[in-house]
């Protein structure tokens, strides 16, 4: 009997990449990815019902969620606790176990039926973890290589690429003409990319994909 995991995303680009790359991973294992999409605002409460209702529709789903750190709701279970630290694993981390301590109280559900997974800082950090695949998906960024590599060179992981509107991975790659855009280029490029290639660059991604692979 098979597992089935839904995915609560924020958007199509991530959608399309839990579909496209990570859930063919998943099928030999007898693990079945389906993603539900906010498509909008990503506040707790709108988080609350959409997890009450899945919880709701069978007994034996398991949900997890794939939600990136930067732009995250302040109102999220932990917000106001990570403010004091530098670390961002260390930021996720609480956000993720409080997250889990909440929902599992408040919903009465069973521990293991609850995956958070908070994306640090955001889904465009992934796409730096091989940067010369990414720009092969259009010939003309070829232009912007060193530029991204050395984005890339400058922090210990992809996950490491930090946190303000100026600087979050998605407005780094806005140097690209032409323009990246985040629903067209994003899942492509992952699929370029790899998902080995993601894993082995990003620890918090990697230990997220053997949470779902010990299912």
């Given at each position: 009997m098979g597992k089935t995991v839904i995915i609560l995303v924020e958007g199509q680009s991530e959608e399309t990449f839990i579909r496209d790359t990570v859930a063919p991973a998943f099928w030999p294992l007898n693990i079945f990815l389906e993603t539900r999409n906010f498509a909008g605002n990503v506040n707790f409460e709108r988080f609350c019902l959409h997890m009450r209702n899945i919880l709701?529709?069978?007994?034996?789903?398991?949900?997890?969620?794939?939600?990136?750190?930067?732009?995250?709701?302040?109102?999220?279970?932990?917000?106001?606790?990570?403010?004091?630290?530098?670390?961002?694993?260390?930021?996720?981390?609480?956000?993720?176990?409080?997250?889990?301590?909440?929902?599992?109280?408040?919903?009465?559900?069973?521990?293991?039926?609850?995956?958070?997974?908070?994306?640090?800082?955001?889904?465009?950090?992934?796409?730096?973890?091989?940067?010369?695949?990414?720009?092969?998906?259009?010939?003309?960024?070829?232009?912007?290589?060193?530029?991204?590599?050395?984005?890339?060179?400058?922090?210990?992981?992809?996950?490491?690429?930090?946190?303000?509107?100026?600087?979050?991975?998605?407005?780094?790659?806005?140097?690209?003409?032409?323009?990246?855009?985040?629903?067209r280029h994003g899942p492509i490029a992952a699929q370029k990319i790899t998902l080995a290639v993601i894993e082995r660059e990003c620890p918090h991604f990697h230990q997220w994909m053997e949470r779902l692979r010990a299912l």
């Open positions: 709701r529709e069978r007994d034996d789903t398991i949900i997890s969620t794939m939600l990136d750190l930067y732009g995250l709701n302040t109102h999220f279970p932990g917000y106001l606790n990570i403010n004091g630290s530098s670390d961002v694993y260390q930021k996720v981390a609480t956000l993720e176990q409080q997250l889990h301590y909440h929902i599992t109280n408040k919903y009465q559900c069973r521990p293991n039926r609850f995956i958070p997974y908070i994306q640090p800082y955001e889904f465009e950090g992934l796409l730096f973890s091989d940067t010369n695949a990414l720009i092969q998906i259009e010939p003309a960024w070829e232009k912007q290589a060193t530029e991204l590599q050395a984005i890339r060179n400058a922090f210990k992981t992809p996950e490491h690429i930090n946190n303000s509107y100026e600087t979050k991975p998605s407005k780094r790659l806005e140097c690209l003409s032409p323009k990246y855009r985040k629903t």
